[in-house]
């Protein structure tokens, strides 16, 4: 059974900074990981995707990598901003094929100060 | 082009009654799928349509939940009758099928309280 881990499970930074959250699952055998944002009483925004043959995506300050073989990602945020305050949630299919149901983590409750 | 769309956005109701939600996916995505996060747990998958078919409803917590897609457009979640552990948010999310890449686009939930 697939299980997601999301470290730290919140973080507060000043405003600037560069930081790396952190996402573990348990089982290697995925065929994509995706990392979503959600703001409060709002629902998920699809931030990055990144398909079992690749190793990073990047959307602007946004860079997501992933090591299968040790089932492991990671979310690095460039240069944070106030408005990159949300839950980042990390989800990967819960049974290996792309169209399946994800299994999530907890999310990763991210607060930059002004 | 109109997102993923539900409705009810927030719903209170008393222990044994009936509630029905709604989720209008993307046009022309024939996958769709049911998610509820609980307070203080993570996002769990309850089941996911393609088209009208159920593909896999491994999620879904008991018989009192009732998930339908008639026609293959929206879906409907009915949960009959409501107790107190089923308060919590329950998004839709849906994707294409040709071409999947496996990225979702989910709503905004609808909030369920049940008292």
């Known amino acids: 059974k697939q299980e997601v881990t999301q470290i730290p499970a919140a973080l507060s930074v000043p405003e600037g900074e560069n930081l790396v959250l952190n996402c573990s699952f348990t089982?290697?055998?995925?065929?994509?990981l995706q990392w979503f944002r959600q703001d409060p009483g709002k629902g998920l925004t699809s931030l990055l995707l990144?398909?079992?043959?690749?190793r990073e995506q990047t959307s602007g300050r946004l860079n997501a990598s992933l090591d299968k073989s040790s089932g492991r990602s990671t979310l690095y945020i460039a240069a944070s901003q106030p408005g990159d305050s949300a839950t980042y949630l990390c989800a990967v299919p819960s049974r290996g094929g792309g169209a399946d149901g994800l299994t999530f983590g907890k999310g990763t409750h991210l607060i930059i100060q002004p | 082009e109109a997102g993923v769309t539900q409705f009810p956005s927030h719903s209170v109701i008393e222990k044994g009654q009936t509630v029905t939600l709604r989720c209008d996916p993307i046009s022309g995505h024939d996958n769709l799928y049911w998610y509820r996060r609980v307070m203080g747990k993570e996002i769990k998958f309850l089941l996911h349509f393609v088209k009208e078919s159920k593909q896999d409803e491994s999620g879904m917590p008991n018989n009192r939940f009732l998930a339908e897609r008639t026609g293959g457009t929206y879906s409907t979640l009915k949960v009959q009758p409501a107790e107190l552990e089923d308060s919590g948010v329950y998004f839709c999310a849906s994707s294409q099928v040709a071409g999947n890449t496996g990225e979702l686009f989910f709503g905004e939930g609808s909030r369920l309280t049940v008292l």
């Open positions: 990144i398909q079992s043959s690749q």
């Open positions: 089982d290697s055998a995925i065929y994509n």
